[in-house]
Nanobody
Framework: QVQVVESGGGLVQPGGSLRLSCAAS????????MGWYRQAPGKQRELVAS???????NYADFVKGRFVISRDNAKNTVYLQMNSLKPEDTAVYYC?????????WGQGTQVTVSS
């Protein structure tokens, strides 16, 4: 009933930047927390950043100072601005939204950082 679609991934060289977008649609009344997770091959999915309905943010230590999460409530969209990208940032990035008592996941978007 709720769809979450990410975009903005791609191939970028080390030190470059990408901006990921995640738009939710469907039976949406009010979105609470939104966040970005990532999963590299052979590794567990991990939290990258999250943002509350009031704009409070939380970042994983490995992206602090490089990534910025933001949201546009009117568009039901969350963004992840990724700067100073490193090869170890290579992963599939997943958007997650918290709607009432249910979490919804996007399909994932591939980010590859390579020279």
């Amino acid at each position: 009933q709720v769809q979450v679609v990410e975009s903005g991934g791609g191939l970028v060289q080390p030190g470059g930047s990408l901006r990921l977008s995640c738009a939710a649609s469907g039976s949406i009344f009010s979105i609470r927390d939104m966040g970005w997770y990532r999963q590299a091959p052979g590794k567990q999915r991990e939290l990258v950043a999250s943002i509350t309905s009031d704009g409070g943010t939380n970042y994983a230590d490995f992206v602090k100072g490089r990534f910025v999460i933001s949201r546009d409530n009117a568009k039901n969209t969350v963004y992840l601005q990724m700067n100073s990208l490193k090869p170890e940032d290579t992963a599939v990035y997943y958007c997650n939204i918290n709607l009432l008592l249910q979490n919804y996941w996007g399909q994932g978007t591939q980010v590859t950082v390579s020279s």
